[in-house]
């Protein structure tokens, strides 16, 4: 398994956690697709020094994604229809794992999707094969094409068989899976709960909630696909209660996410169940955000006498 290497921590609050056996040097992670493949961000963050950041989902092969409007802005957030729009596994590859490789203390964490079971057993065989990938995500919320287009995350048959094969693909790289699941289903708990029984080493959620804006103008869609996903602010409650549920039915880690915007934001989804946080949107409005919000973390501890990090997680008192 490679296991990022932090050389200790400075003084003050320990920011180590683990997830899946990955040590983080801290627990403030760049959510999927709002941090491009990583080296887009070079020059504005300091990428060996964020927990980690997760790629844009990866596919078989390259996407073109939905045709404009694609993203919006709403109330406390914003709508996106991207469509999983992507250079393809094989690309990335090629051209972008090399330089993320170069970066020292770079975790990158690989987000994974496809339409059908064996698509998404592809990506990951090769990925596999590359060095420089420290953990798998498994976007869940993609349409399973073979039934009928309900999405993998909707159905906990569909999710367990998914979850389990593509955790024995990535067992063979001794790369450790984290499910990222859908909101969009009534009990986010079990949906948890089979993919943990599927051997995954964690789950993260929430992605985006299905959504609709209407220009009453035109009486159209504000987003040309129709529905898109809302994330930011506007989610965060909803996102905070799922993850408590999910930490009543899983042991497993839990990467929380959706709406963080501060440092506080982070330390709620850590009481609520979470041992690390992702970050998406805030990241459109400042591109230092993953930074800031784990600058303001440690500062939070230090003026909490949280010690280490870590305690934080579970720590909810109903
Ligand atoms: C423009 C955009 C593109 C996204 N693309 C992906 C993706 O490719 N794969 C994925 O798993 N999640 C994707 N997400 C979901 C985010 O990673 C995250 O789960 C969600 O936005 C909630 O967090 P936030 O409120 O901090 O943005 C995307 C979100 C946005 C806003």
Not at 289 to 318: M, Y
Request: net charge neutral; with cysteine.
């Amino acid at each position: 398994m490679e296991v990022a290497v932090t050389a200790g921590h400075d003084k003050g609050p320990d920011m180590r956690v683990t997830v899946a056996g990955v040590e983080l040097r801290s627990p403030v992670i760049a959510a999927s697709g709002t941090f491009g493949y990583g080296v887009e961000f070079e020059e504005i963050v300091a990428l060996g020094k964020i927990g980690a950041f997760v790629t844009k989902g990866l596919s078989r092969e390259p996407m073109a994604g939905n045709p404009a409007p694609r993203v919006i802005e709403t109330a406390a957030g914003m709508m996106n229809a991207i469509g999983l729009q992507n250079m393809g596994v094989r690309a990335f590859v090629e051209e972008k794992l090399p330089k993320l490789r170069a970066i020292p203390g770079a975790v990158v964490i690989a987000n994974v999707f496809g339409y059908t079971m064996d698509d998404c057993a592809e990506v990951i065989e090769v990925l596999n094969d590359a060095e420089g990938v420290a953990m798998y995500e498994l976007n869940a919320s993609c349409p399973n094409t073979a039934h009928g287009g309900m999405s993998f995350g909707v159905d906990p048959d569909a999710l367990y068989w998914l979850s389990k094969r593509c955790r024995e693909v990535a067992d063979k790289a001794g790369r450790p899976l984290m499910v990222k699941l859908s909101p969009n289903v009534t009990d986010i708990g079990l949906m948890a709960k089979v993919s943990a029984d599927a051997g995954v080493g964690a789950v993260s959620l929430v992605n985006t909630f299905v959504s609709l804006s209407i220009d009453v103008e035109t009486r159209r869609p504000r987003i040309a696909n129709v529905t898109g996903g809302l994330s930011g602010p506007a989610i965060k409650p909803i996102a905070v209660r799922m993850v408590h549920e999910v930490a009543k039915a899983v042991s497993i880690p839990i990467v929380g996410m959706g709406g963080i915007t501060k440092a506080e934001d982070a330390v709620e989804f850590m009481l609520a169940g979470a041992t690390a946080v992702q970050v998406g949107t805030a990241s459109y409005a400042d591109p230092r955000a993953v930074e800031n919000i784990a600058s303001g973390l440690k500062k939070w501890c230090a003026g909490h006498q949280v010690s280490e990090v870590r305690s934080l997680t579970r720590g909810l008192r109903v």
